[in-house]
T-cell receptor
């Protein structure tokens, strides 16, 4: 089945540690996105990539980093510089056409203690 | 830059009642508009989309939405709500000017009373 897979579903880390969230898609989509979701704030764009080896900052990129070494993969690292990392993180992908929807993974809930 | 406003944070309806969730957008060119639904702890699923043609679009699960350019709105409706419709609903607009990045509203949480 084609789709987008995020892992793990739940992640716990101690404050000050970097953590990497995985996102893999087998839809052959060029574009991939990372969103952060907090209650009442909707989805806020962290980073996006439209081609391998290239990515752009979104609205809230500070404290995060990404890579796009393969078309299928777009991992997100939450660094110790992110002041409030506890949140629900969603990865999405799409083809580069305006009238098509984004496909979402099931999300990763990160809790930093 | 485009933006989406969902003015209602929470909506409570009784099962069987009709539903309308509001969405207003700000975008200079022809908007590409979407409604998604999210169950707790899950990703988002597409309900319907509009990009041209008939301004009343039908989606999955009995939902429909009407695009009104004069009001910059794309409201989601359902004539009779089921308890399983309780979820978070997001309106989104895609930048058709080249980046194709989806921008989401803050969401509306739908509560269904039996």
């Amino acid at each position: 089945d084609g789709g987008i897979t995020q892992s793990p579903k739940y992640l716990f880390r101690k404050e000050g540690q970097n953590v990497t969230l995985s996102c893999e898609q087998n839809l052959n989509h060029d574009a991939m996105y990372w969103y952060r979701q907090d209650p009442g704030q909707g989805l806020r764009l962290i980073y996006y990539s439209q081609i391998v080896n290239d990515f752009q900052k979104g609205d809230i990129a500070e404290g995060y980093s990404v890579s796009r070494e393969k078309k299928e993969s777009f991992p997100l690292t939450v660094t110790s510089a992110q002041k409030n990392p506890t949140a629900f993180y969603l990865c999405a992908s799409s083809i580069m056409v305006a009238n098509t929807e984004a496909f979402f993974g099931q999300g990763t809930r990160l809790t930093v203690v | 830059a485009q933006s989406v406003t969902q003015p209602d944070i929470h909506i409570t309806v009784s099962e069987g009642a009709s539903l309308e969730l509001r969405c207003n957008y700000s975008y200079g060119a022809t908007p590409y508009l979407f409604w998604y639904v999210q169950s707790p702890g899950q990703g988002l699923q597409l309900l319907l989309k509009y990009f041209s043609g008939d301004t009343l679009v039908q989606g999955i699960k009995g939902f429909e939405a009407e695009f009104k350019r004069s009001q910059s709105s794309f409201n989601l409706r359902k004539p009779s709500v089921h308890w399983s419709d309780a979820a978070e609903y997001f309106c989104a607009v895609v930048d058709s000017g080249g980046s194709y990045i989806p921008t989401f509203g803050r969401g509306t949480s739908l509560i269904v009373h039996p």
